[in-house]
């Protein structure tokens, strides 16, 4: 056997390489789950503040928020100076990350 035999180093290299690319992976797909419950959260604001534009109730608003981002969201509706805001929050668990909190708002004019 040659000191120059380079038989093996590139399984070797690949061992070495294998755990920061299955992390890079794993943080890829949680922060993508993520931005799927972002766009959810935006959703229900945006959903919301238009029940609150056709003059519904704000029951009816939040069953519209509570359909498209769960019953884990915290729902807020201020109104005044002839405009509703509408704010959803959610806490998000990611397995590599932890709990990250995310929100969504939106705004309309009433009638």
Same mark, same amino acid.
């Given at each position: 056997?040659? @000191?120059?035999?380079?038989? %093996?180093?590139?399984?070797?290299?690949? #061992? +070495?390489?294998?755990?920061?690319?299955?992390?890079?992976?794993?943080? @890829? @797909?949680?922060?993508?789950?993520?931005?799927?419950?972002?766009?959810?959260?935006?959703?229900? *604001?945006?959903?919301?503040?238009?029940?609150?534009?056709?003059?519904?109730?704000? *029951?009816? #608003?939040?069953?519209? %928020? +509570?359909?498209? *981002?769960?019953?884990?969201?915290?729902? /807020?509706?201020?109104?005044? %100076? %002839?405009?509703?805001? +509408?704010?959803?929050?959610?806490?998000?668990?990611?397995?590599?990350?932890?709990?990250?909190?995310?929100?969504?708002? /939106?705004?309309? /004019? +009433?009638?």
């Amino acid at each position: 056997m040659k @000191l120059s035999d380079e038989k %093996g180093s590139s399984t070797a290299e690949f #061992a +070495v390489l294998l755990p920061a690319v299955a992390l890079m992976l794993s943080l @890829l @797909l949680c922060f993508g789950a993520l931005g799927i419950q972002q766009i959810q959260v935006q959703q229900a *604001a945006g959903a919301m503040a238009r029940e609150l534009a056709r003059g519904e109730d704000h *029951a009816t #608003a939040r069953a519209s %928020g +509570v359909r498209l *981002a769960g019953n884990r969201a915290n729902f /807020a509706i201020a109104n005044g %100076g %002839g405009f509703s805001k +509408v704010t959803v929050r959610k806490s998000v668990q990611l397995p590599i990350v932890g709990s990250i909190q995310i929100r969504g708002e /939106a705004s309309v /004019a +009433v009638e």
